[in-house]
T-cell receptor, first 113, second 112 residues
Framework: SQQGEEDPQALSIQEGENATMNCSYKTSINNLQWYRQNSGRGLVHLILIRSNEREKHSGRLRVTLDTSKKSSSLLITASRAADTASYFCATDGSIQGAQKLVFGQGTRLTINP | NAGVTQTPKFQVLKTGQSMTLQCAQDMNHEYMSWYRQDPGMGLRLIHYSVGAGITDQGEVPNGYNVSRSTTEDFPLRLLSAAPSQTSVYFC???????????FGSGTRLTVV
């Protein structure tokens, strides 16, 4: 079963607006990661936030993590047409000493020019 | 550095055939994983490895085998292909925990 669930499943906004995607998960984690996937391509790692961190920034990306609510959000500011892609959260939890990265189903983001 | 290289990019198999999807990385990463992605779904973990000689099952391991004889290579074997294995397969690697994965470009597999 998949750990993370993204919300919304699809999001369409105008260029220049901010886009917010949410991710909820079920079990304790070591870290949470966000990835981008352009149509027909592999996934690209965007940002990682550790369980003891609450907020992280990378360029136009801002990620928050609330471990008490088991949720995370990804904010993309000043969106561009090139941001059109699917975005996935992935949780990294320790199971019997091994590490598995488990993905959610993704949010499809469309930026309209 | 080439990163993570997957071959082939496309493959059509007949039901019952076997094949191996190749994955190689040149970044000296210890952790490698295989995922499958089906339409409208996220990625599901098939098998993973935390180092040469060490592999373990993910969420959907049935019908697949892996081995990790070297740090660089992590092949995925389909034992007897079934239409339910039609999917896009991604291999990924990372240097260790608390790091993100580098993904290959994927293998699109169709089983008829």
């Amino acid at each position: 079963s998949q750990q993370g669930e993204e919300d919304p499943q699809a999001l369409s906004i105008q260029e220049g607006e901010n886009a917010t995607m949410n991710c909820s998960y079920k079990t304790s984690i070591n870290n949470l990661q966000w990835y981008r996937q352009n149509s027909g391509r592999g996934l690209v790692h965007l940002i990682l936030i550790r369980s003891n961190e609450r907020e992280k920034h990378s360029g136009r990306l801002r990620v928050t993590l609330d471990t008490s609510k088991k949720s995370s959000s990804l904010l993309i500011t000043a969106s561009r047409a090139a941001d059109t892609a699917s975005y996935f959260c992935a949780t990294d939890g320790s199971i019997q000493g091994a590490q598995k990265l488990v993905f959610g189903q993704g949010t499809r983001l469309t930026i309209n020019p | 550095n080439a990163g993570v290289t997957q071959t082939p990019k496309f493959q059509v198999l007949k039901t019952g055939q076997s094949m191996t999807l190749q994955c190689a990385q040149d970044m000296n990463h210890e952790y490698m994983s295989w995922y499958r992605q089906d339409p409208g779904m996220g990625l599901r973990l098939i098998h993973y490895s935390v180092g040469a000689g060490i592999t373990d099952q993910g969420e959907v391991p049935n019908g697949y085998n892996v081995s990790r004889s070297t740090t660089e290579d992590f092949p995925l074997r389909l034992l007897s292909a079934a239409p339910s294995q039609t999917s896009v397969y991604f291999c990924a690697s990372r240097v260790g925990t608390d790091y993100g994965y580098t993904f290959g470009s994927g293998t699109r597999l169709t089983v008829v």
